[in-house]
């Protein structure tokens, strides 16, 4: 669970975000649309949307409704025929994905009880963890109960994870109702105002899991029911879905492993199979790789737009206030050194894996959204920073033949090594000042910091 470790899984959606990038590479070529030109970039997204997993009936109804839409009725005169596609595309794939984010309203008497079940290994016990460090992220006080009695040490690792988040576990070992009813009651007792239940899974579905989880939500009548689904699992998570929300009528869904799911079936499916909406999903191993799911922003990534309100967020997390305020001046005076870059790196890895980070840029070229960005890569271009003297990290220019192999000895690496640093560097920087990209990142954190709450300014976004 750590911050540590490789990242060589695909990109988020990559298969997807591809074929989208090919069709709208190609639309754009038009100088006009007819009816033959939108039928074959009609026939082209269904080829795209069911090569990635997507169920036929939801394919089926958006194609039907990007062709309502782009039948010439609402050609806007601000926009270009291959734009107005585009953006039809962005706002039904949006509708697709549920149209507006989840919303948590909390008990009016507390505590707040949210019910988590799902298979084994769809990362449920993980997800409890995640869930109430986001909830203490915002000011409250979860109490996870273990009542996964079934699987062995379910509970030493609810504990274990509830520790890494600084929240309290309670379990006992009685029988799940009980242990989830007095969960409750304990969590009245020491003032908790939010109660999230750990359930017991099955590797398949069965009719002594359905009756457990249907006991406990009777027995506590819950605020939320979620389900756990791994998004890897593509359409088998649609039947899984749809078996849960039978037994004990979910309120909404959490899909894990979304780093892992290059196609995106899952996610893009499960919506409009069982009218529920995504709440959250997992996006790493990480604790904080953890957040409330936007379809707009989702959209937008899949269309290979990025998300700068998700970047932005994230980087309010973790930047300092006054450091962000200092990063900005010396790119304003274009002063940003490998020091400066060292710095960066630090907090951009606190933000999550670097090569996801990627994929939430607006025009990022696909070589470099798809590039594997290995983290031992990363830890090699720290050693060499840390190897060169103030001097030379403030002004690269001094390194010459003996102070490269010194920092190459130094770093554990090679002069070569050394050398593709400092080139990539100069390159880095022409990019930085150019698109404002730390300098945005900073100010949007500061900002979010100055208000004392979430970052709120409005997204812009390009459909060119």
């Known amino acids: 669970m750590g911050s540590g470790g490789t990242n060589l899984s695909p990109p988020m959606f990559d298969t997807l975000t591809d074929r989208f990038d090919q069709i709208f590479t190609r639309l754009r070529g038009h100088g006009r649309l007819g009816d033959a030109e939108v039928d074959e970039v009609l026939r082209e997204i269904r080829v795209a949307l069911l090569e990635a997993d997507v169920n036929l009936e939801v394919v089926r109804n958006l194609v039907e409704a990007i062709r309502a839409r782009c039948s010439g009725a609402e050609l806007s005169k601000s ?17 697709t994905l549920g149209g507006e984010p989840f919303r948590v309203q909390y008990a009016s008497r507390p505590p707040t009880v949210v019910l988590l079940a799902g298979l084994q290994g769809s990362g449920k016990t993980t997800a ?13 006080h979860p109490l996870l109960v273990a009542a996964d009695l079934q699987r062995p040490a379910a509970v030493e690792q609810l504990r274990v994870l509830g520790r890494e988040v600084g929240a309290s576990v309670f379990s006992e070992a009685t029988n799940p109702v009980d242990v989830a009813r007095r969960g409750v009651a304990e969590a ?15 590797v398949t579905l069965d009719e002594a899991l359905m009756d457990e989880v249907r006991e406990i ?63 959250f999903v997992s996006t790493g191993e990480r604790i904080a790789d953890f957040e409330p799911f936007h379809p707009d922003r989702m959209a937008s ?87 060169m003297t103030p001097a030379e990290r403030d002004e690269p220019a001094l390194i010459n033949g003996s102070r490269r192999l010194r920092i190459a000895n130094g770093s554990g690496t090679s002069p070569t090594d050394v050398n ?6 100069k390159e880095m920087q022409k990019l930085m000042r150019s698109s404002g990209l730390v300098g945005g990142l900073a100010r949007g954190a500061a900002r979010g910091k100055k208000k004392g709450g979430r970052v709120t300014a409005k997204g812009g976004r390009s459909f060119g």
């Open 188 to 202: 009245e007792r020491v003032g908790r105002d939010v109660v999230i239940i750990d359930t017991a899974g099955r």
């Open 301 to 387: 990534r899949i269309l290979g737009m990025g998300d700068v309100l998700t970047l932005i967020e994230r980087a309010e997390r973790v930047y300092d206030e006054d450091q962000a305020a200092d990063t900005m001046e010396r790119l304003r005076q274009g002063r940003f050194t490998l020091g400066d870059f060292h710095e960066q790196l630090q907090q951009m890895k606190k933000m999550g894996p670097l090569q996801s980070l990627m994929g939430m840029l607006p025009g990022m070229p696909k070589e470099i959204r798809n590039a594997s960005i290995d983290d031992r890569d990363v830890a090699r271009v720290e050693a060499i920073i840390r190897s």
């Open 79 to 95: 926009l270009t025929p291959a734009q107005q596609v585009i953006k039809v595309v962005n706002e039904e794939l949006t509708a």
């Open 217 to 279: 939500s009777a027995a506590l009548t819950p605020q939320y029911r979620f389900l756990v689904l791994d998004a890897m699992t593509g359409q088998d998570a649609l039947g899984t879905a749809r078996a849960f929300n039978e037994a004990i009528g979910l309120d909404g869904l959490i899909l894990t492993k979304l780093d892992g799911d290059a196609r995106g079936g899952a996610a893009l499916s499960v919506k409009h199979v069982v009218d529920r909406p995504v709440a």
């Open 420 to 425: 593709n640093l400092l080139r990539q560097f």
């Open 128 to 140: 409890a963890a995640k869930l109430a460090h986001w909830f203490r992220q915002q000011g409250r």
